[in-house]
């Protein structure tokens, strides 16, 4: 089956502290991952791919086949990181839909 | 336009009624998805558009769901004799051809309650 896992669905650090948002999937072919934010009051919008090996606001997340996650990551946490941040994945090469975990309700206190 | 623009904001549908939902995507973008989003969960994908063919409608929970994209532009989701179960969050997502996964860009969706 396909399918991402969020484990938690809150996460509350103090600001300066490191994050890691947890993400596991199961998927036969070649996936491709992907790390989406929503802040309060706006859009889904894309924070990064796995693909670009880029790092976003500070975040990055590496895929590792072997244990089948996509953790995403910041060294140290700030309080506009606060969000609502979802884990997903798309078949390589299908036509683009995505399968989306639960979601990780990030708190960043001051 | 600068976004994917999805009317109405919000709708309250008695349990019964047909609602139709509004998506406008960027000028341009061939790929058209619509996503299902319930309370406490991630969204799950119903359709999907390539201008105007409707190429995937694997995730339409019930023959109640229906969507169109005559001109290959705006779309529209229909949902006949709302139930409660359809209460959730609807959202758009419009791409360009040939990027896939690349390149989404949501709207802000529309709330649909059912009472």
């Known amino acids: 089956a396909q399918r991402v896992t969020q484990p938690e669905k809150l996460l509350s650090v103090f600001k300066g502290a490191p994050v890691e948002l947890k993400c596991n999937y199961s998927?036969?072919?070649?996936?491709?991952l992907f790390w989406y934010v929503q802040y309060s009051r706006q859009r889904l919008q894309l924070l990064l791919r796995?693909?670009s090996r880029e790092s976003i606001k500070g975040f990055t997340a590496d895929l590792n086949k072997g244990e089948t996650s996509f953790h995403l990551k910041k060294p140290f946490a700030q309080e506009e990181d606060s969000a609502m941040y979802y884990c997903?994945?798309?078949?390589?090469?299908?036509?683009?839909?995505?399968?989306f975990g639960k979601g990780t309700k990030l708190s960043v206190k001051p | 336009g600068a976004g994917v623009s999805q009317s109405p904001r919000y709708k309250v549908a008695k349990r019964g009624q047909d609602v139709a939902l509004r998506c406008d995507p960027i000028s341009g973008h061939v790929s058209l998805f619509w996503y299902q989003q319930a309370l406490g969960q991630g969204p799950e994908f119903l359709t999907y558009f390539q201008n105007e063919a409707q190429l995937d409608k694997s995730g339409l929970p019930s023959d109640r769901f229906f969507a169109e994209r005559p001109e290959g532009s705006v779309s529209t989701l229909k949902i006949q004799r709302t139930q409660q179960e359809d209460s959730a969050v609807y959202l758009c997502?419009?791409?360009?051809?040939?990027?896939?996964?690349?390149?989404?860009?949501f709207g802000s969706g529309t709330r649909l309650t059912v009472v």
């Open positions: 998927y036969s072919g070649s996936p491709e």
């Open positions: 796995h693909i």
């Open positions: 997903a994945l798309s078949g390589r090469g299908s036509q683009g839909n995505l399968i």
């Open positions: 997502a419009s791409s360009r051809s040939g990027q896939g996964a690349f390149g989404y860009t």
